[in-house]
């Protein structure tokens, strides 16, 4: 847990990206990226597909490295991946002949080699997931709810500082999603973590995010700072400040909507 109070954290830039391009061949994913990751924030970013946000967060984790600029965690280069920034990808990628708490253990086990200590850890997590009860049970026995919730507290075992999501929730249906969400901005909250997350959900970006960046033509086009006066219940996703958030976030991508048009889009009366 970070001790740091809240407004300390939320000032002292963690991760700091100075002139970062990266191209694949001949096609420019990142030009010339600026961005100062201040600790203890929840980040989104959104974008087109292939824009590059999966790749700004392998970036991000130090398994790329920019090709022009400089990446700096904690006032030092990141030259590589560190067990104090945790990645979660888009599919749990589980070892189904697992149990539960093997599976949440594995990285902790390659790195260090399991202690008792270790294996409390995990429970604690899994108990905050509220996994405790499977923690024995295989992977295949578990839904795919309950598989994202593993591949989060596998990522949370080793207490990073800075944790990574790219699009977890895409695969899962509404209702688990949304639940999803909730737990992990209660997490982020409990943790004190600072959370980059990627989406292409823009309703997702604003529910978690304290702030949302726009990613487009290489660098952020528009970052939203995402501000409620009630605390993040499903209730919020109701409010006339989100759908207003909505239609900000729509026309900074370029989406073609007026509006109203963004304002019945959010409220599922588009086709009304």
Known sequence: ??????????????????????????????????????????????????????????????????????????????????????????????????????????????????????????????????????????????????QSRVAIARALVSSPKVLLLDEPFASLDAITRDELQGELRNLHDQLGLTTVFVTHDIHEAIYLGDRVHVLRDGHFAHTQDIDFLTSRKPSLKDDAHFANYSYILRTSLGSKLSKNAGAKDFLGLSHV
Not at 39 to 49: D, L, N, T, Y
Not at 72 to 99: C, H, M, R
Not at 110 to 118: A, H, N, P
């Open 1 to 146: 847990m970070n001790n740091l109070p809240p407004d300390e954290m939320m000032t002292q830039p963690l991760l700091f990206l100075q002139g970062v391009s990266f191209s694949y061949g001949e096609k420019s994913i990142l030009d010339g990226l600026n961005w100062s990751l201040m600790q203890g924030g929840f980040e989104c970013i959104i974008g087109r597909s292939g824009c590059g946000k999966s790749t700004l967060l392998q970036l991000l984790c130090g398994l790329t490295q920019p090709q022009n600029g400089k990446i700096s965690f904690k006032g030092s280069a990141l030259t590589k991946p560190t067990k104090d920034i945790s990645y979660v990808f888009q599919k749990p990628n589980l070892l189904e002949w697992l149990s539960v708490i093997d599976n949440v253990l594995l990285p902790m086990k390659l790195r260090e080699g399991l202690t008792q200590r270790g294996k409390s850890q995990a429970m604690n997590i899994l108990e905050l997931l509220g996994l405790s009860a499977h923690a024995n049970k295989p992977i295949w026995q578990i839904s795919g709810g309950e």
